[in-house]
């Protein structure tokens, strides 16, 4: 008699993610390429503390994402960070190691990267990210890494931030990117957008909103109507998810 594979179980952790793109796209991946004993599920938490049932939960997870709201807040759970979650302070994706080790990893810096990049064509000079949270940081590491200048933009700006009615004319018209890193304008909350002067924007700009779901959200929608260059999250979603998948079955 054949003997019956085990179970893998991977899975989101979020908050509110009935709405989930990671399910949806990794259950697909696995139906289209016939892996019958895996299965992606939503671990849909109230409270960080909540991860420990998640840790405890039967089958053991085989690999993790992690989305809003926990991508920072996770980390203390973790027994280890990979050099670039470290740097970004940051964790969406989560490896279970042979020796039992629980790391964490990002890979939306390269998802963020490799979707930017495919839409601009020259490396911006100066950006504004609206928002402060995990994902902030991930694009954050790769303007840096770009030599962009940055300024980070939040509605409690702490040192070396500002806040939303602190910019200018005169910041819009030295910023090349404008990245929204934050979930407002995200479903079903479709007519929110972050608090920012559009009339200020031209065709020099390049909006790029993290979010994929409504497909443009308004913050893209008064951008275009500007004449800016627009680009939600879709891809940048899918290229993170398949550097997830790579984590786990390397």
């Not at 020796?99 to 064509?121: P, Q, R, V, W, Y």
């Not at 009615?165 to 929110?192: A, Y």
Request: net charge positive; proline share 4%; hydrophobic share 35%.
């Amino acid at each position: 008699m054949a003997k019956k594979e085990l179970l893998k179980q991977f899975g989101l952790v979020g908050k509110n993610i009935e709405y989930s793109f990671s399910k949806s796209y990794f259950s697909e991946k696995f139906e289209r390429e016939k892996k019958k004993n895996y299965r992606y599920v939503n671990y849909d938490i109230k409270n960080i503390k909540d991860f420990k049932k998640v840790l405890k939960s039967s089958p053991t997870p085989s690999g993790l994402n992690v989305t809003i709201p926990y991508k920072k807040s996770i980390i203390p759970y973790l027994d280890k960070l990979s050099k670039e979650a470290m740097e970004i302070q940051a964790v969406n994706t989560i490896v279970w190691e042979d020796s039992g080790e629980i790391i964490g990893h990002n890979t939306d810096h390269l998802g963020f990267k490799k979707a930017l990049m495919e839409e601009i064509n020259s490396t911006p000079k100066n950006a504004l990210i609206l928002g402060t949270g995990g994902a902030s940081k991930a694009v954050k590491y790769v303007l840096s890494e770009m030599g962009c200048k940055i300024q980070m933009v939040s509605r409690n700006p702490k040192k070396d931030e500002l806040s939303y009615n602190e910019l200018t004319k005169k910041i819009f018209e030295k910023t090349n990117l404008i990245v929204n890193s934050t979930p407002l304008g995200t479903f079903p909350n479709i007519k929110k957008a972050p608090p920012i002067f559009y009339e200020y924007l031209n065709s020099k700009h390049f909006l790029f909103d993290l979010i994929y779901n409504p497909e443009e959200t308004e913050f893209l929608k008064r951008g275009k109507f500007q004449g800016s260059q627009i680009s939600n999250g879709y891809k940048m979603l899918i290229y993170q998810a398949e550097k997830s998948w790579e984590l786990w079955t390397r």
